[in-house]
């Protein structure tokens, strides 16, 4: 059953539930109201004819001894009679319809009970019901017993419950039509997005316009998918280019190695010099593809995504991190840090800042002046006495597999620093690159944050 069937189904069942109960409690009040006017009718004609004494001699002159009765015509009862206290029975108004007499009649009618006792019976005689009402006189004169058909009555209700069932009848219908208006205004623009779902799952084709408007949730809903939509298609068209990039990348090492796979089915024939460069060439080529391999690896599953966020002290960062890289390349590096707490995946700003630092020493080898790591609030930078960047290089350093003229020569598989804007970005920041003032570059990151979380302490990474 579809969504919009559903609703239909439902708006039907309401109705159809709120006239049942409607219907139920109209019928049951007018049935009540029916037979409390029948017993008012019947108690105020039994009041009239035992205020005579001589009933039956007055009534008998009214209904001129012929079996015809005015009461009857009129509606109030059909037939009355008396009961005496031996239990004789005497016609005063109407036909004998045949009620029987039974024993709580009798006991009103006799010698001993009260003047003005009532009892309401109901009574079936054939096909025929009636509502009997029996009145004591009192003082042993016996009882008054009038009785009327309830034919009319039942027509009258019948009548209701016809209506009542042609009304629940339209209701039910009126609304399944307003179901169906509704279903399908609401579930139009679901259709809409289940048509688009299925065509992008189909064809693969993440370029569609999904329509919104409004401020409900399927509106929402919409703006959502379309940012999705937007969000996978940038997404896959960066993995186009990723691949692309490292096709073309990955080429120049494979063809040096294997040009020094050929050369070295020649190896015995080569002078140990040659020997010696042969092999520190296919050592370096090696490490430089296995550089370039895990690169691709980090920015192709972006692992970083799964580290939870925490609070990060960004000068203790700087420190270790900077330590770390002393002991390695034997360089000086100066941290100059202020305390600075953000929320952030400290070992995805740890990589940052490696690949910073790996980035400065790589382009100022000759170490005769430090290397400075400097942070100030969110924002990192290092700054060094490279070769600088050329014009148009500060725009472009960021961007994937990008080596400017400078570095051509150099290894690197270009990146490094694509990592740090990836890193920045996810942490709501920007990267900058500058040329340093007498000489070399200024290249960094900021991350923003909210400072540390509530009962926790800042991130120190180990050494």
């Known amino acids: 059953m579809t969504l919009r069937q559903k609703f239909i189904v439902a708006f039907a069942a309401v109705a159809v539930l709120v006239a049942a109960l409607v219907g139920s409690f109209s019928y049951i009040i007018a049935a009540r109201n029916l037979h409390i006017e029948v017993d008012r009718s019947l108690a105020a004609a039994a009041a009239t004819l035992s205020s005579d004494r001589d009933a039956s001699a007055n009534t008998g002159a009214r209904a001129g001894g012929s079996g015809t009765w005015t009461w009857g015509k009129e509606g109030i009862i059909q037939t009355a009679r008396t009961i005496a206290a031996d239990g004789s029975v005497t016609r005063i108004l109407g036909p004998d319809a045949g009620i029987p007499i039974s024993a709580d009649d009798q006991a009103l009618a006799a010698a001993n009970a009260a003047p003005g006792s009532i009892l309401f019976e109901n009574a079936t005689v054939g096909d025929t019901s009636f509502r009997v009402l029996t009145q004591s006189l009192g003082d042993g004169k016996g009882a008054i017993q009038v009785a009327r058909e309830l034919g009319e009555t039942s027509r009258v209700l019948g009548a209701l419950a016809g209506t009542t069932l042609l009304v629940g009848l339209g209701v039910l219908l009126a609304a399944a039509a307003a179901g169906w208006l509704v279903a399908r205004q609401i579930t139009r623009r679901l259709t809409g997005l289940t048509e688009v779902a299925e065509r992008v799952s189909s064809t693969g084709y993440l370029d569609v316009e999904i329509p919104a408007g409004g401020h409900d949730e399927v509106s929402r809903l919409s703006a959502s998918l379309q940012s999705m939509l937007a969000e996978l298609a940038r997404s896959r068209d960066d993995q186009h280019r990723l691949l ?12 040096s190695l294997r040009t020094n796979v050929s050369v070295m089915r020649r190896f015995a024939e080569l002078s140990p010099t040659s020997q010696r460069r042969l092999l520190d060439d296919v050592d370096g080529e090696t490490r430089e593809l296995t550089n370039l391999v895990n690169e691709l690896v980090e920015l192709a599953t972006d ?28 360089r000086t590096i100066t941290v100059d840090a202020q305390p600075c707490v953000v929320v952030a995946r400290p070992h995805a700003v740890e990589r940052a800042l490696s690949n910073l630092l790996d980035n400065a020493v790589k382009f100022h080898p000759d170490g005769r002046e430090p290397i400075e790591v400097r942070v100030r609030g969110g924002a990192v930078e290092v700054l060094d006495r490279g070769p600088g960047l050329e014009s148009g290089d500060a725009e472009r350093v960021f961007d994937r597999f990008y080596r400017s003229a400078t570095a051509r020569s ?11 804007r990836e890193v920045a970005a996810e942490h709501g920041g920007t990267v900058s690159a500058a040329a340093r003032p007498g000489g070399g570059a200024v290249i960094g990151f900021t991350v ?16």
């Open 244 to 255: 692309e990039n490292a096709g073309h990348e990955l080429r120049t090492p494979l063809t």
């Open 303 to 330: 692992r970083r995504d799964a580290e939870r966020a925490e609070p990060v002290d960004l000068a203790l960062l700087a420190e270790r991190t900077a330590a770390r890289f002393r002991r390695r390349s034997g």
């Open 410 to 420: 150099m290894s690197g598989s270009g990146l490094g620093l694509s990592i740090v």
């Open 448 to 463: 923003t944050g909210d400072g540390p979380l509530p009962d926790s302490k800042p991130h120190a990474v180990a050494q």
